[in-house]
């Protein structure tokens, strides 16, 4: 279809690999009339090393969305074809970018995609984990409250998990996710296509084990519950009542079935904790 049609390109950019970045995405990118970008700077530096000649660069932000869509539209209306991007891989997915497409949709404005480089596909096929459903959660939410609420929503759910989570909040994210969501497989998938990729294949319950700082962009992938292995109720119970009798019995409830679930094997901590409270005695 010709550049020159007024229309929204929605184009993935590369990971981190400059090798990525497809001949056709380049030429879009040349020939539109304005880029839609999350930072401006960013983009610039990107396009020049791209050897994309200098075009109109629009900053397209979470906080100025609104004021923005109404920009885009005006000029895709007066006849302008416009790109949007964002700072690595596939827009939209966890970045900005959503509303302006449906906006487009309501107005019969043309949205075309441009495919490409995105972190949750990378990590699913390299992971190693059943791919099968998925279900990709974007950034968790910032407190430990909200990242638990959301885990308890998609729990019973039969596939893998996927979202991003900054360096500092990795380990409080996945205590809550043990907590939650019980034993699973997890890949910790680090640094996507740069020079220190790296995939870090380990279990929920040894998520503790982790090194303190893990550098970079991190995407996290959480296997399919493990239902299948799970031990008897009355087994479970068992081991309550031998720790509420031995060492143990001084740990608060709570703390007590984090110590629990490795032995409780298909059982989360939060399941656990509920069977304790109906058998308080």
Known sequence: MPLTSPRLWVVATPLGNPGDFSPRAREILAGVDAILAEDTRRAARFCAGHGIPARRLLSFFEHNEEKRTEEALRLLKNGRSLALISDAGTPLLADPGYRLVRACRKEGLAVSPLPGPSAPTA?????????????????????????????TVFAAMP???????????????????REILGP????????????HEEFIL???????????????????VIGPPERAERLPVREIRRLIAEARAGEQRCLKPRELARRLQDAARGWSVKEIYALMAENKD
């Open 123 to 151: 990590a699913l096929s390299a992971a190693g984990i059943p791919p099968l459903p998925y279900t990709f959660l974007g950034f968790l939410p910032r407190d430990v409250a909200g990242r638990k609420a959301l885990f």
């Open 202 to 220: 380990t279990r929920l319950e040894r998520s503790a084990e982790l090194p303190e700082e893990l550098l970079g962009e991190l995407t996290i």
């Open 159 to 177: 596939g893998a998990l996927v979202f991003f989570e900054r360096r500092d909040r990795l380990k409080a994210s996945l205590d809550a996710a």
């Open 184 to 195: 699973r497989e997890i890949a910790i998938c680090r640094e996507l296509t740069k020079t």
